[in-house]
């Protein structure tokens, strides 16, 4: 059967804030050419960093007019000459595009692609791109994390939280979790081994003495412009932070960083080498094979509610689960 020739998609016409992601109805449909694949989209991610690129504060600033989205699930359509490695009708994650994810179809580069198992919802595959790539990325490639550390993982119920609950406990670390009430059993469920009510004044020292007094070796923070300060004074000797969101300034005292010779690390996805992500892409895989990677969906948005869907990432302290497009 053929398909209809025109797609409905989220188009940007000017940086701003959320109400400036428009719904198209009749954009034409993209071709791919050589090493691209015309992806049917079925979910899509929904990120912290696609609306600061939308208001026009990231680093990176795509051309207007431009639809947002890298993190897409769906079935292939149809392929460029030169693609060999995927046919019409299977069932693929990406995590990245080159046309945009907010959208009925998508075109990315097929060395950006990836097949998704049966036993993986299209929703479920839409939640690893971005979650679980940056996990391991910051526990492995940045934090050069080793089994038998102790990892703390802040915002442990949110997107890349349960992703980085689920890959630490699978390779051997303690993994401490911090939420908010409602979330603190999601980390329990998806690999945390203690989990720490971050509502709570006193939740650094409850910290603090569930590690016998040596601190943490790793922390994967979410919110370093609330928490560094504090990071800082948890570590162990040879401690890490390993910086994963940020929504604004604030103040340490580096003096923190030197009695234990701690480290302050980003993390940037857009960094990753293509070595890089086949290591990753290797290690999900082996997840996906034994089970343990289970994304976790949090709240669900046709396009239609794309604005609202923006504002409720940066908003809604808490999170539970991916939040995600289901197209």
Not at 18 to 37: F, G, I, M, R, Y
Not at 111 to 139: C, E, H, M, N
Request: some cysteine; proline content about 5%.
């Amino acid at each position: 059967a053929s398909i209809s020739r025109v797609m409905r998609a989220i188009r940007v016409f000017e940086f701003g804030k959320a109400d400036v992601l428009k719904l198209c109805t009749d954009l034409p449909l993209p071709s791919p050419v050589e090493n691209q694949v015309l992806i049917r989209v079925h979910a899509c991610g929904i990120n912290p960093v696609e609306t600061y690129i939308r208001a026009g504060t990231y680093a990176r600033k795509p051309t207007l007019p431009y639809t947002p989205g890298t993190d897409v699930a769906g079935v292939i359509e149809s392929v460029g000459n030169d693609v060999t490695s995927f046919k019409r009708g299977d069932r693929v994650f990406a995590t990245s595009t080159i046309t945009g994810g907010y959208a009925e179809y998508t075109i990315a580069s097929a060395d950006t692609v990836y097949p998704l198992p049966d036993v993986l919802s299209f929703k479920q595959g839409a939640a690893i791109a971005v979650p679980y790539f940056t996990a391991y990325r910051a526990l492995f490639s940045k934090a050069n994390g080793r089994p038998g550390e102790v990892v703390l993982v802040h915002g442990a119920s949110g997107g890349v939280g349960i992703a980085a609950c689920q890959i630490a406990r699978a390779y051997g670390f303690q993994v401490f979790g911090t939420a908010t009430p409602e979330g603190l059993n999601y980390a329990l469920k998806n690999g945390a081994h203690k989990v720490f009510n971050h509502k709570e004044k006193d939740y650094i020292d409850k910290i603090q003495d569930a590690t016998g007094g040596r601190g943490v070796n790793i922390i994967l923070e979410m919110l370093s412009n609330v928490n560094l300060s504090y990071d800082l004074k948890l570590l162990s000797a040879g401690g890490r932070v390993i910086i994963i969101g940020c929504r604004g300034p604030i103040e340490i005292n580096p003096r923190d960083t030197m009695a234990k010779e701690t480290s302050i690390i980003g993390v940037s996805l857009f960094s990753a080498t293509k070595e890089d992500r086949m290591e990753t892409a290797a290690a999900l895989f082996g997840g996906m094979e034994a089970g343990w990677l289970k994304p976790l969906i949090g709240p669900e948005y046709p396009l239609e509610k794309a604005s609202q869907a923006h504002e409720d990432i940066i908003q809604n302290s808490g999170a539970t689960g991916k939040m995600v497009f289901v197209i």
